[in-house]
């Protein structure tokens, strides 16, 4: 975690600095403290901690900011998505075993016409005079 703190200058920089004037100062800012929060990023109380986080920084934000904030956040909603979906593919790609009906017992099968023409009686116990 104290790398994540060192500027590449090699000086050591605290969460607490907040003398922030240029674009890098910020942006190097932003990775330290995104760094520091993902310690805590696994736990359950996380998301709604991050809610709280989001209302309280958007308060003194302009209209046009939150909403180039939600811009943000719907790209990172998609690439999330398309990730997933990506990992689904590929787990589909795997080879699928299609339905196949075996023949295991063909001889269970033969009162019904199975096995050829030899599986009726032709002279049968009945009468045919009664229907002529």
Known sequence: MVSELVDKDGEHQS????????????????????????????SEFYPEFIDHFLNGITQSMSTKGVERLS????AITLRKQSEEREKKAKSKTKKQVKPQLKTIRRADFGAFGDEGANDFDEEGDYDDDDFT
């Not at 403290?33 to 696994?42: G, I, R």
């Not at 811009?71 to 719907?74: D, I």
């Open 71 to 74: 811009t943000t956040l719907q």
């Open 15 to 42: 969460l607490d600095n907040l003398t922030l004037i240029t674009r890098d100062e910020f942006l190097n800012y932003s990775l330290r403290l995104s760094n520091h929060l993902d310690v805590v990023s696994k």
